[in-house]
């Protein structure tokens, strides 16, 4: 059996000089220790045992710091053996409290320790899980209700989220509409047709609504692309919201195919630069360049064009335009419409020419700073279309005695001409 060490007696105590049998043997280290000095010694007046070095007040200074260095509140204490006494104190309690719950708790089972760490989901933190037999990964998807004790900030977190469930059951709303048009436009082709066999389907239904004062103007079904597409324009942070989601951008493509309306692509105009960089990475506003080309062309006018070339001009828009896709495309089509619309001589006065010639040298500018970065149009401009147009601009600048830096001319004009073989095969098909 292991005995814990003992305090040693000469360790960190005082020496114990009162007991008779230690005394002797204390005097007896002294003397060989520190010899008394030899009769000629006591004789010479001159000796001094620490050779000059130090003065008698410098030694009674040396031996206070000795002794208050060994002097204590409590001789007998011993740091070391006391914190080892009290460990192993405590171990031994343990032991015979493990013994004696065993003794006596016979029916009390420790817990097993938990071998099963559950599996982590992305985008799970704070959301109640539940596992059972048929569904162990099931996860809950809850939203806690204030009792007037949540923080202002969590309540604002919950805000947009809820939000934007109700945006996506809105584009659930419209598409179930728009759905259940086609079908019954379907059905009533299908009927005029002579001699066909129908076979009638139930048109689609939407989605039930959550009850809100939000949703209550959406109970009336529509019935018509009007009606749809007015949903659709309802406001501008509605059309952001929708234009910002894959769904809703295809929804608005279907729409257009159905009806067109100034007032989407005047919101569109309005937001250019943050709609299209969120289109960026799928690029689903390429397919509605052939809708906005038709629709330039058949509702372009000059009103039209100082409505929409102050917007793109804000800011640093037409710097991003030249280095978009959608965007270059769309410069291309102005170009187009309005040098279409300088050949049918439409009306036109000095405010909207002045803005257009604005418009144009801007993008001369831009495009000079921004060369290395131009994107190329989905489809190019003709070069006679292009010679026709820079040639009424610069026009314009030998009337203001002014010139056009042909260097940069030739940049914008480059990036928007149609490539090579692009020519050819237009001159194939005619």
Known sequence: MNHPPQASPGLGRAPPTSHPYVVPVLQQEDQQLNPLPSSDQEMDEDYDPYAG?????????????????????DPDYDFYFTEYQKRHGLQHRNSNSDKYNGMHNNNVSESPKMSYVPLQFENSLGKVQVGSVQAPRKVIDRELVSNGTVSPDRGLKAKPRKKLKHILLELEYLYASLQRMDSLSSVSSATETPGLRILQRRPAQPPPLEVGASTTELNDYPSDPATLMSYFLKDRDHFLAYMSIRKGKVLGYRLLRLRQDDRFWLMLFQDFHLLVTRDEAEEILLTYLPILRSWLQTRGSWELLSCILPMLLEEDTPDFALTNKFGMSLIASIIVTAEGLYNSNSPINKEQHELYVKFIITLVDKAFQYKTELERPVMGIDTKTLDSNFFRIESHFYRVHQRMDATKKAIIFNALALPTYQKKKNKMKN
Not at 59 to 64: D, E, F, G, K, V
């Open 53 to 73: 070095l130090m003065n008698q007040r410098e030694r009674r200074w040396l031996a206070n710091i000795q002794v208050m260095q060994l002097e204590g509140d």
